[in-house]
């Protein structure tokens, strides 16, 4: 069955540092991968969206890669600050859209001041 | 606000009652979705509708459970004799049509189910 592992349950950084988070898969070969982030008691935000022909996607402080021979993707927060805590999910999908999406269970965040 | 709205935001029922939440999309979206969520879990796919039309439903979604959008616009999720086991959030989201390029999904904030 499909399976997704996002590196430790949490991360602590120091802000102003970059927040590098894993994502890996088995038994699936999406292709796309999403990023969301979510807050205590909130549904999940969208984020970036990379596709499986894709290296790389930049969106202001934040930086996705997806390497489809390593089944991984890597999720990075440049400049960190305190604001940017909060549980990320990578989500895996055959689709663009929110159809049928394999959901990590997260890693934590914390950016100490 | 125009974001995904749902209600209840919380609910706690007695094992073995009926409930039923309440989505409703952003209203320029066609697409609506449900996820279920548990403790330190990451979301799962419930069902998925465009429009008025169910077009794909997880094996999750057993016969306890029915999801209905009549008209297009809002959504409906009911659980028939609730288990403790359903005891989570239920997410919903909605996107617009997809077009050939990536649609973003925008989540409601969810209704958390307590089963006693």
């Known amino acids: 069955s499909q399976k997704i592992e996002q590196n430790s349950e949490a991360l602590n950084i120091q802000e102003g540092k970059t927040a590098t988070l894993t994502c890996n898969y088995t038994?699936?070969?999406?292709?796309?991968l999403q990023w969301y982030r979510q807050d205590p008691g909130r549904g999940p935000v969208f984020l970036l969206l990379?596709?499986?022909?894709?290296k790389e996607k930049r969106k202001e402080r934040l930086k996705v890669t997806f390497d489809t021979t390593l089944k991984q993707s890597l999720f990075h927060i440049t400049a960190s600050q305190p604001a940017d805590s909060a549980t990320y999910l990578c989500?895996?999908?055959?689709?663009?859209?929110?159809?049928?999406?394999?959901f990590g269970s997260g890693t934590q965040l914390t950016v100490l001041p | 606000d125009t974001g995904v709205s749902q209600d209840p935001r919380h609910k706690i029922t007695k094992r073995g009652q009926n409930v039923t939440f309440r989505c409703d999309p952003i209203?320029?979206?066609?697409?609506l979705y449900w996820y279920r969520q548990t403790l330190g879990q990451g979301p799962e796919f419930l069902t998925y509708?465009?429009?008025?039309?169910?077009?794909?439903k997880s094996r999750l979604l057993s016969d306890r459970f029915s999801a209905e959008r009549p008209k297009g616009s809002f959504s409906t999720l009911e659980i028939q004799r609730t288990e403790q086991g359903d005891s989570a959030m239920y997410l919903c989201?909605?996107?617009?049509?997809?077009?050939?390029?990536?649609?973003?999904?925008?989540f409601g904030q969810g209704t958390r189910l307590t089963v006693v």
């Open positions: 209203s320029e979206h066609n697409r």
């Open positions: 989500a895996l999908s055959l689709s663009g859209s929110a159809r049928q999406l394999t």
């Open positions: 990379i596709r499986e022909n894709e």
């Open positions: 509708f465009q429009n008025e039309a169910q077009l794909e």
């Open positions: 989201a909605s996107s617009r049509g997809y077009t050939g390029g990536n649609t973003e999904a925008f």
């Open positions: 038994n699936y070969s999406p292709a796309y």
